[in-house]
């Protein structure tokens, strides 16, 4: 199983550096990981032919980005061919983290409830400035629903059944 920490965004300078996003909390930490599977499919490697490993030579901030220097890219024009990938590793090369914790990508699909019903299926995540937010969408209601994610409001995660417990109503900010 593979996560997708990025994704090449263009080139930097003429000697095959690539510029990337970084989708890590810390952007300078997608470094860290020497191995990088590269993948125009969303839903990356494993789901279609056209994956490539590479090994990281550099990688490091550039002014108000990030930029790397790959195996076997020599120049500019191998570069600018793997702008639009997107750069994945393996989820077992992820650091452990402490019980409690979680990735996001371990959360996205989980069935989220309260005591009463179910509200709905998390989609997606968002970074606020307060705390994450999880972006749920409500089959029922046909809708999103966004929840905030801290101790408070999420009770319990389980990830082999697929389901977290929190204590939202959805209906909070209807009334």
């Not at 000697?15 to 599977?37: C, E, M, Q």
């Not at 059944?161 to 009334?175: C, N, Q």
Request: net charge negative; with cysteine; charged share 25%.
């Amino acid at each position: 199983m593979y996560v997708e920490l990025g994704k090449i965004v263009g080139v930097w300078g003429v000697k095959g550096w690539v510029k990337l996003h970084s989708y890590t909390r810390n952007r300078p930490d997608i470094a860290v990981y020497k191995t990088w599977y590269l993948s125009r499919h969303k839903k990356g490697p494993g789901s279609d032919a056209t994956v490539q490993a590479v090994d990281v030579i550099q990688c490091r901030e550039q002014a108000k980005g990030i930029v790397a220097q790959l195996d076997s890219i020599v120049d500019r024009d191998q570069a600018l061919a793997m702008s639009g990938l997107g750069i994945w590793v393996k989820q077992s090369d992820l650091p452990k983290l402490p019980d409690g914790q979680f990735y996001w990508q371990q959360l996205i699909g989980l069935t989220v409830s309260n005591e009463e019903a179910e509200i709905g299926v998390i989609k997606s995540i968002l970074e606020t400035g307060a705390n994450d937010v999880l972006v749920c969408f409500s089959s029922s209601r046909n809708t999103e629903i966004l929840i905030p994610y801290n101790d408070e409001v999420v009770v319990g995660v389980d990830l082999e059944a697929g389901s977290m417990k929190v204590t939202w109503d959805p209906d909070f900010l209807a009334e």
